[in-house]
């Protein structure tokens, strides 16, 4: 280590203020900022939509089904049509959040949602009830997409992962809500039961409505709009410290081509900046090399998020249960519920794990775990299949590997999906990019959804599992080589890190990484260098 020379006393630079970051301990980890805090918990309850959305169709389907005397097939295609639904409200997202502004775009998507559950809860037919969920659906595609933007957009870099993982928890906590409406409902008249189990999904987004009024805009879609005395005003309430405020508004303000030296409080902006006009020759047809990587990784992990059997296990519960030996509508229920409690309370873990354990540990050890439930979880299946009488430790075994699939998805592919992709697009690309992940993610979960129950009788429900088992080998692979660590680093700095990444490096830690989790100054400061 060498020691500092005059100059380098006279001119204190963006080195060597890092350097001495390390040994100032932890009395210089930031507190967690609570407005940033509470940002990210109103941003996020869009979520609950899609979650409950999902939770509460697992048990509705089973009084649908004999409502309306549908089959199988019409059983799937009204489970995943949500999700093919759902790509008009992720496609437009991106176009509108950039036009109306992110926090618009949410009260948006609520409005639309609640149209859809009341339409739902109303339906008389088989066709009105699909109607009401592309309603819900556009609705559902809107908050997917918004929702991990606008907090990664808000969030300081020291708690980024934690507060970005929100959409996920909220999610989570819809699904929940949507298990324990099924219970609660599930004594009543049949024609009428169903109807409350959707047409109570509206609830949520009212509240939505009422809790965006006390959100600011993104920091980001104010710069870009040319508005940054009032991206500052916000920057400097979500931000760790006033250095850390200012440093994020120039990065903004290079990203979106202002002068670092302009000072004003409203700006003129290119149109071509403000509105996004440019951006899908950016992506598809002119990518760098970095935006192509970045491309590449955010529909990769949104694929295998979907491919690996989730929405089947949280939609169908219930049949698979049956499947398993659970016989009647309220074991099957109340399991479901317990699949519910799982879940959430992993992902809750997942939340305080995120920033501390990072991105690429969690994913790969998440996927791992994932890999060996649904090779569990197919064998047991398989056994009951294949034998007449109860086999009772290959039932005790279904319904655990179940608990430890959603578990273990929950710790880390869950949350991370989401985190990664609203953290790696750069600034003009992120509207759109993110967009376009939703949209694999979505397409991707209606296929799954809408086939599941085909497949089980083409390969048996077992054997769904075995193949959902090998694709999640397959994304272990592409995870472990194609994705770099993100903890911590500047969302304007991901382009330097996607250019410059090789799988192998992920066998080393990140020489930036060190100190990353408490502030971005500190890595910043030597890629610049």
Not at 198 to 216: E, H, Q, Y
Not at 394 to 417: D, H, K
Not at 502 to 526: A, L, M, Q, T
Request: glycine letters at 10%; hydrophobic letters at 45%.
């Amino acid at each position: 280590m060498t020691g500092l020379t005059p100059e380098n006393q006279a001119v204190p630079s963006t080195a060597s203020a890092t350097k001495h970051v390390p040994e100032l301990g932890p009395p210089a980890k930031p507190k967690r900022n609570k407005y940033a805090f509470a940002c990210a918990i109103l941003a996020s309850m869009t979520s609950i939509l899609l979650g409950y959305d999902i939770g509460v169709m697992s048990g509705a389907l089973i009084y649908i089904k004999r409502d309306f005397q549908i089959n199988d097939l019409q059983v799937g295609i009204l489970a995943g049509i949500l999700n093919i639904f759902s790509l008009v409200g992720s496609c437009a997202a991106g176009k509108t959040s950039d036009w109306i502004g992110r926090r618009n775009t949410i009260v948006f998507a609520g409005a639309i949602f609640f149209a859809g559950a009341i339409l739902m809860g109303l339906a008389p037919n088989y066709a009105f009830l699909v109607f009401g969920r592309f309603v819900a659906g556009v609705g559902v595609g809107y908050a997917l997409m918004i929702a991990p933007v606008y907090t990664a957009e808000v969030a300081p870099a020291s708690s980024r992962g934690f507060l970005t993982s929100f959409p996920e928890v909220f999610i989570n906590a819809g699904i929940m809500l949507g298990y324990v409406s099924n219970l609660a409902f599930s004594k009543f008249p049949q024609n009428l039961g169903w109807r409350f189990m959707l047409g109570v999904g509206s609830v949520p987004s009212v509240l939505l409505a009422i809790g965006v009024l006390a959100m600011p805009e993104s920091p980001r879609w104010l710069v870009i709009q040319g508005r940054l005395g009032e991206a500052k005003r916000v920057l400097d309430k979500t931000s760790d410290s006033p250095a850390e405020a200012a440093l994020r508004l120039e990065e903004i303000k290079a990203a979106a081509g202002i002068p670092a030296d302009c000072h004003d409080d409203v700006v003129q902006v290119s149109k071509k900046t403000s509105h996004g006009s440019g951006v899908w020759k950016e992506l598809l047809i002119h990518p760098t090399p970095a935006v192509r990587r970045v491309m590449i990784a955010a529909m990769g992990i949104h694929f295998f998020q979907q491919a690996t059997g989730i929405d089947a296990v949280v939609l169908f519960s219930p049949r698979i249960f049956k499947t398993a030996g659970l016989k009647t509508d309220h074991q099957q229920l109340l399991a479901t519920v317990a699949v519910g409690i799982v879940k959430t309370s992993f992902i809750l873990v997942a939340t305080f794990l995120i920033d501390r354990v990072g991105r690429r540990p969690l994913l790969l050890t998440s996927v791992g775990g994932m890999i060996l439930s649904l090779a569990a979880l197919g064998t047991s299946l398989t056994v009951i299949d294949h034998t007449e009488k109860k086999v009772t430790w290959a039932l005790v075994l279904s319904i655990a590997t179940v608990m430890t699939y959603v578990a273990t998805f929950s710790i880390g592919a869950g949350p991370i999906t989401w985190v990664y992709t609203s953290e790696i697009f750069p600034l003009r690309l992120r509207s759109q990019g993110s967009s376009m992940a939703v949209v694999v993610n979505r397409v991707t979960s209606g296929v799954i959804s809408m086939t599941f129950l085909l497949m089980s009788k083409a390969m048996t429900t077992g054997g769904a599992f075995y193949l959902f088992g090998g694709i999640a080998t397959v994304a272990w692979v592409f995870f472990y080589t194609f994705l770099p660590e993100t903890r911590g680093r500047s969302l304007e700095d991901m382009d330097e890190l996607f250019s410059g990444f090789r799988w192998r490096d992920s066998k080393s830690k990140p020489k930036n990484n060190k100190n990353s989790s408490s502030n971005p100054e500190v890595e910043i400061g030597p890629n610049k260098q």
